[in-house]
């Protein structure tokens, strides 16, 4: 049977919301105001739906993970754009696998530990802003990778990717901190891209097409 836990202790809200998102929502919610007050009702009306789409973009639901203690969670919402070998990851040359995830501007942004174990190395690269749905854009593109060696030794590496509207990378953590799976690590501001590289001989659940969940869907497995 399968058993779920709390990553992060759950909050006390009915609507969470990413702490990056409030400068944009006061912003949107200030703006709107002053064109309320200037009784310029067409602006003041988009500029609420503005406000409201902002609020929604920068949800934050806690979310329950699996007990099963080898399994990769998913580290973002979206769909599973690339699922199968690759020669490389970010910190390492050799086969692997590699999991891509495209994040629409409708997903939820904040993303997640896929494996508990310790912060190795953070790699943030420079890049373009091409669409994130092209392969190239894992190389080319703004990003940020993060390395993470399990308990066993094993290696796991994330990036986040900047696309063609995202233009901000947030990533939470350090080399040396441990981390949980599930855990909240960062977000990418407005339609991006994570990629997982697991070991060669990691079991891959998923398939190209599939919609996951940050933390809650199982991506594949740990031998």
């Known amino acids: 049977m399968n058993r779920f836990a709390w990553p992060e202790p ?12 409030y400068t944009f929502i006061l912003a949107g919610a200030f703006i709107t105001a002053i064109f309320a007050l200037l009784e310029l009702t067409a602006p003041a009306l988009i500029g609420l739906a503005a406000t409201l789409f902002v609020c929604y973009f920068f949800r934050d639901p806690d979310r329950v993970v699996t007990t099963q203690p080898d399994a990769v969670v998913s580290p973002a919402d979206g769909k599973v754009v690339f699922a199968g070998f690759a020669d490389n990851s970010p910190f390492a040359e050799g086969r692997c696998r590699k999991i891509g995830i495209f994040m629409s ?22 890049g373009k802003f091409i669409a994130v749905n092209l392969e190239k854009a894992a190389s080319q593109n703004e990003h940020n990778a993060v390395l ?13 990717i900047a696309g063609l509207i995202a233009r901000r990378i947030i990533c939470g953590v350090q080399p040396h901190d441990a981390v949980n799976r599930g855990e909240r690590f960062g977000m990418i501001c407005f339609g991006s891209r994570v990629d997982v590289y697991l070991p060669e001989d990691a079991q891959v659940d998923v398939r190209v097409g599939e919609k996951v969940k ?5 991506l594949g497995r740990l031998n």
């Open 10 to 21: 759950p909050r006390q809200t009915a609507y969470p919301i990413a702490k990056p998102g």
């Open 105 to 126: 501007v409708f997903n939820v942004h904040v993303n997640r530990i896929p494996y508990g174990g310790v912060v190795k190395q953070i790699r943030y690269q420079p």
């Open 148 to 160: 993470i060696e399990t308990e066993a030794g094993q290696q796991i590496s994330m990036v986040q």
């Open 214 to 218: 940050a933390g809650a869907s199982i």
